[in-house]
């Protein structure tokens, strides 16, 4: 599976958009883009993921770039509830219940909500 | 209402002294699996299984059993545990693209 980098940390206005950046520069061609969140110990939460297209959900939205290098997760309206550990996964997705096996979590991104 | 349930949600116990941590889905997956967190190391991979009596370890599977009798269940054994597997402990289930965690399961051995 692709590196991923993230910065450890941002902070975000609470109201305002939450755009946290993901790197995977050696991200191969049947790699998707997932995006988990833990918010403080507690289990983590699939947000999202993509392949090439950008996805909305009722959640947040993925853009990927063209090149697929990088992605940005956006939450449109953070609410201090979304301050979480957001983690950006590069894997591929096949058709059985095992393509979510192994979920490698990195460091990812400490997201703060400010009031 | 679609959720995997962990228990106990804390427990402390003594070293040597046998414990298993239930994990339960209802959502019918077939895939299901362990992570322990700790700080500094992240989520880590204990054991998984793709379906009933199908197991296999993970990245960090010493000192831990598992058994899947059935779809729904799958419990984490520690036949004696020692103070270094005090942890923060997950079980997930999974369907082709999102997997699906617990609340946790915070152990302490002393």
């Known amino acids: 599976d692709a590196k991923t980098t993230q910065p450890p940390s941002m902070d975000c206005a609470e109201g305002r958009a939450a755009n946290l950046p993901c790197n995977h520069s050696?991200?191969?061609?049947?790699?998707?883009v997932y995006w988990y969140r833990q918010i403080h110990s507690q289990g983590p939460q699939y947000i999202i993921h993509g392949l090439k297209n950008n996805e909305t959900n009722e959640m947040a939205s993925l853009i990927i770039t063209e090149d697929r290098k990088s992605s940005t997760l956006i939450l449109p309206h953070a609410t201090l509830r979304d301050t979480a550990v957001y983690y950006c996964?590069?894997?591929?997705?096949?058709?059985?219940?095992?393509?979510?096996?192994?979920?490698?979590f990195g460091s990812g991104t400490q997201l703060t909500v400010l009031p | 209402e679609a959720q995997v349930t962990q228990n106990p949600r804390y427990l402390i116990t003594v070293t040597g002294k046998k414990l298993t941590v239930t994990c339960s889905q209802n959502?019918?997956?077939?895939?299901m699996s362990w992570y322990r967190q700790d700080p500094g190391l992240g989520l880590r991979q204990i054991y998984y299984?793709?379906?009933?009596?199908?197991?296999d370890k993970g990245d960090v599977p010493e000192g831990y059993k598992v058994s899947r009798k059935e779809k729904r269940n799958f419990p984490l054994i520690l036949e004696s545990p020692s103070p270094n597997q005090t942890s923060l402990y997950f079980c997930a289930s999974a369907r082709n693209t999102e997997a699906f965690f617990g609340q946790g399961t915070r152990l302490t051995v002393v």
């Open positions: 996964i590069v894997r591929v997705a096949r058709r059985t219940s095992g393509s979510a096996r192994q979920l490698t």
């Open positions: 050696t991200i191969s061609g049947n790699e998707y």
């Open positions: 299984s793709m379906n009933v009596e199908v197991t």
């Open positions: 959502m019918n997956h077939e895939y």
